[in-house]
C-alpha cells in the first residue's frame, strides 16, 4: 500500500509499497495501535474522541435530553474531518430513509471523512438497537421488559444476532443496548427499556443478548453504567440515594456478567449521580471497578451529552473543558453525539498543561484498538458496505432493495412476542375465547398500533415528527389479528376512551357493547414516547401507577356491565388495579411486544398459542405501596408495624398457563430429598438440584422452573429470597422432563459488613418454585467451613440442564 492508502471514493489501494506497522492486519493489534497512535498529532487523536450527529437540528423535537440546546452551533462538516472523526451518530435513526439509500448515505460520509484526514481512518458508525435496529423499515421487536418476560436468554441471542446482521449488512458498526438497568420503581418512565425487577433475570437476558449482537460483528454497548433506574421517586435525571450494599449486589451484576461473560465491546456511563457523584466524572467506577477489576477493554462512551451535563445540569465542572477533563480522567473515552467539550478548547487545554496529553493517548488507544478490531484499519477496507456490494450506485435502482424486515425477523419477533404474553389470571374460565363467541372489542389500544411500541422502537421514537410518513413494516392491530384469528366470532370493537385524555363521552357506548356480548376483552395502557409526551418512555415518569387518563374508569364501567371481562394491558411498566383485579373474569399482560405483538396476544387469547410468559416486575395491589420490589428483605415485606402493605397483587415470576403441571421426585445430588434434611457443601462447594415435571393436562404448555435462594440468617439484611436460577421447560400432555440446576456456593455471596462479597458459612434454603411466592419444595443447605471472600471471578451462573 502506498503512504497514503486513499482514493477519491475511499476505497484504500494496494501497492507493492510495504505495509506501515498499522496498516498490517497480521501484526497484533496493539503493536498496530502504539504505531499508528505515535504518528497522529494532537488534533488527530481528539478527533478519535467524538462524534458527529448530521441531521440533528432538523427535527422540531428532541430525541434526547436537551438536544435542541445542544446542537445550535452545528461544526462544517468538511472542516470537521480533515482531522479524522471517531463516531457517526445514527446515520439511520434521525429520519425517515430508506435502508439503500442510507447505506449509500452512510457509505459516501465514510468515504469523505476517508479522504478528508491524514491516514484514511474511517468512523464508527452507531445506531440504537434496544428493540431492533432502529431505522425505518426494520423490524420492530418486543421491547426489553417483554424479552424478561420469556425466561428465554436463547431466543433473545437470536434475536440479537438478527439485529446485529441488520446493523452490519448496511454499514453500522456499534449498537447502543442493551439496557441493563434493575427496576427499582415501576414508575420511571424508562421501565419498560429494562428487562425486569431481578439483576439475575437482567443479567443473563442482557448478556445473551450481548453474544448474540457481537456474533455479528456489531460492537454492543451496556447502558447505563449504573445506577440510573434507582433514581428518587422514579423521576429520571433524578439523583439517585443507594448505599454501596445496594449497589454492588443489585445494581452492578448484569454489567458484570456482560462483561465477564458476554465481552461486552463497549460501555455508556449513566447521567446519574450516585451519592453525588455523576457516573461521568467517577473514577472508581469507570476505571478502577469497570477496568482494573473486571478487566473490561472496551470503550466507555458518553450517554449522548453527558460529558457537557457534568457543566450543565451537574455543576461539578465550571466549564466544558474542565467537564472533559473531569470526564477523560474517571475514564470516558468518547464523547456523543456530538464534539462539545472534546472540541478545539480540549486541544488548548492540552497544549497549556491543564490537561494531561496521556489521557488523550489512553483514550485514542482504546478507540482505535476498537477500529482495527472492527477491520476499520485494515488495507482493504471499503466504505460500501455488504448490502450494496454488487449493485449500482443509482439511486433510484438502490431503493427497496434491502429487506430489512425479511421473513426470518417477522418469525422470531412473533415468537418472542408470544412467549412474552403473561397469563395473570383466568379466574372465570374465560380463556381461551369461544370460536363462535360474540366479543366486545374495547379500549383505546383495541384498533391501535400504539400498544405495541416502546419508547426505542423507530415510529414511536422518530416516527412522531413525520406524520406523513408509514410505519416502514406492517404492524396489525388487535382488532386485525383477532378477526383473522376467530374468523367465525362476531367481534365489535369501541374505543371507550382515549389513552390518557379526560373525555369519558364514549365510556357509556363502551358498556352498551360490553352488554350485549357474550364477553367483553379490554385492551388498556401506554403510548410510549419522550420527555412527557408519552405514558412510558424516556422522561415520561408517572407520579402513580393508576391507569392513564380514564382508562380505570372504564374498566370499572365495563365490569358493572355484568358481562365477563378479560382484560388485556398493553404496557411500558405493571399498573395496579385495586379491587378490579379479582373482578375480573381473565387478565393478560404484555409489555411493547412489537410489530407481531396483535397476533401473538390474539393466539393467546383463541388458546392457540399457549401462554407461557412469566412476569419480570412485580404487579402492585395498590398504588400507595411503591416503590417495592420482591427482592427486599423481611422490613421491606408486609409487616405489622406499617399500615401500607407492599404485597404484589401478582408477584414476580407468576404466569398461568392453559394446561396442567406436576412437580415431583426431587432430588439432591442424585439421591432423593428428604424433607428437613440439609445437605452440607463447603463454602466453595457446589450442590445439585433436580425434580421431574409433568404436564398432566391435555394441551401443549411450558412451565418456567425458578430457583431461589434463602438465607434466613446472615451478617447484613439479605432479601427474603432471590432468583438464582430457571429453566423453560416446554411439555407435551402426558410428557415429563428432569430439571437439573447445579448451584456453587459462589451463588449465595453477598457485600458483607465491611464492604466485601462474601461466601457465609451456615444454613440457606434452594426452593424450587413457580414464582417469587409460590415455593413447591424448599431443599435445606449447609455452608461449612471459613468464610470466603471471593471477586470478580467467582461463579455468576447456576448451570441448568432439561433432559
Known sequence: MSSDPRTGDGHRTLTAAPLAPWQDPSRPIDVRVADLLGRLSLEEKIAQLYGVWVGADVSDEDMAPHQHDMVDDVPDWRELIQVGLGQLTRPFGTAPVDPALGARALARMQAEIVAANRFGIPAIAHEECLTGFMTWGATVYPTPLAWGATFHPELVEL?????????????????????????????????????????????????????????????????????????????????????????????????????????????????????????AADERLLTELLRDRWGFTGTVVADYFGVAFLQLLHHVAGSGVDAARLALTAGV????????????????????????????????????????ALGLLDPDWQPRPAALTGTVDDPAALEGTVDLDPPANRA?????????????????????????????????????????????????????????????????????????????????????????????????????????????????????????????????????????????????????SGTPVVLVLLAGRPYALGDSADRLAAAVQTFFPGEEGGPAVAGILSGRVAPSGRLPVSVPRHVGGQPSSYLAPALGHRTEVSSIDPTARYPFGHGLSYTRFDWRDVRVD??????????????????????????????????????????????????????????????????????????????????????????????????????????????????????????????????????
Open 159 to 279: 434475536m440479537a444476532a438478527q439485529i446485529g446482521t441488520a446493523l452490519r449488512q448496511v454499514g453500522v458498526h456499534q449498537g447502543l443496548a442493551p439496557v441493563l438497568d434493575v427496576t427499582r420503581d415501576p414508575r420511571w418512565g424508562r421501565t419498560e427499556e429494562t428487562i425486569g425487577e431481578d439483576p439475575y433475570l437482567v443479567a443473563t437476558i442482557g448478556t445473551a443478548y450481548v453474544r448474540g449482537l457481537q456474533s455479528a460483528g456489531v460492537v454492543a454497548t451496556l447502558k447505563h453504567f449504573a445506577g440510573y433506574s434507582a433514581s428518587r421517586a422514579g423521576r429520571n435525571f433524578a439523583p439517585v440515594a443507594v448505599g454501596p450494599r445496594e449497589f454492588a449486589d443489585v445494581l452492578l451484576p448484569p454489567f458484570e456478567m456482560a462483561v465477564r461473560d458476554g465481552g461486552a465491546g463497549s460501555v455508556m456511563h449513566s447521567y446519574a449521580e450516585v451519592d453525588g457523584v455523576p457516573a
Open 333 to 372: 473515552d468518547v464523547e456523543l453525539p456530538a464534539v462539545r467539550c472534546f472540541g478545539p478548547g480540549l486541544v488548548d487545554a492540552v497544549r497549556s498543561g491543564t490537561v494531561p496529553e496521556a489521557l488523550i493517548d489512553r483514550a485514542t488507544t482504546r478507540v482505535l484498538r476498537q477500529k482495527a
Open 670 to 803: 442424585g439421591v432423593e430429598a428428604v424433607p428437613g434434611r440439609a445437605t452440607e457443601i463447603g463454602t466453595d462447594g457446589t450442590v445439585e438440584v433436580s425434580v421431574t415435571v409433568s404436564n398432566t393436562g391435555d394441551r401443549v404448555g411450558t412451565e418456567v422452573v425458578q430457583l431461589y435462594l434463602h438465607d434466613p440468617v446472615a451478617q447484613v439484611t439479605r432479601p427474603v429470597v432471590r432468583l438464582t436460577g430457571y429453566a423453560r421447560v416446554p411439555l407435551n400432555p402426558g410428557e415429563s422432563r428432569r430439571v437439573t440446576f447445579r448451584v456453587h456456593a459462589d451463588l449465595t455471596s453477598f457485600t458483607g459488613l465491611h464492604g466485601f462479597r462474601v461466601v457465609e458459612p451456615g444454613d440457606v434454603e434452594l426452593r424450587l418454585s413457580a414464582s417469587s411466592v409460590d415455593h413447591r419444595y424448599a431443599v435445606p443447605v449447609r455452608l461449612t467451613g471459613a468464610l470466603r471472600q471471593v471477586d470478580h471471578e467467582r461463579r455468576l451462573v447456576a448451570e441448568v440442564t432439561v433432559g
Open 412 to 560: 422470531l419477533a412473533r415468537e418472542l412476542a408470544e412467549e412474552s404474553v403473561v397469563l395473570l389470571a383466568n379466574t372465570g374460565a374465560a380463556l381461551p375465547l369461544p370460536p363462535q363467541s360474540r366479543i366486545a372489542l374495547v379500549g383505546p389500544l383495541a384498533d391501535d398500533v400504539t400498544g405495541m411500541l416502546g419508547c426505542y422502537t423507530f415510529p414511536s421514537h422518530v416516527g412522531g415528527q413525520h406524520p406523513g410518513v408509514p410505519a416502514g413494516v406492517d404492524i396489525p392491530t388487535l382488532l386485525d389479528a383477532l378477526r383473522a384469528e376467530l374468523p367465525l366470532a362476531e367481534v365489535t370493537h369501541t374505543a371507550g376512551c382515549t389513552i390518557d385524555g379526560p373525555d369519558r363521552s364514549g365510556i357509556a357506548c363502551a358498556v352498551a357493547a360490553a352488554a350485549d356480548a357474550d364477553v367483553c376483552v379490554a385492551v388498556l395502557g401506554d403510548r410510549a414516547a419522550l420527555f412527557g409526551h408519552g405514558t412510558s418512555g424516556e422522561g415520561s415518569d408517572a407520579a402513580d401507577l393508576c391507569l392513564p387518563g380514564k382508562q380505570q374508569e372504564l374498566l370499572d364501567a365495563l365490569l358493572d
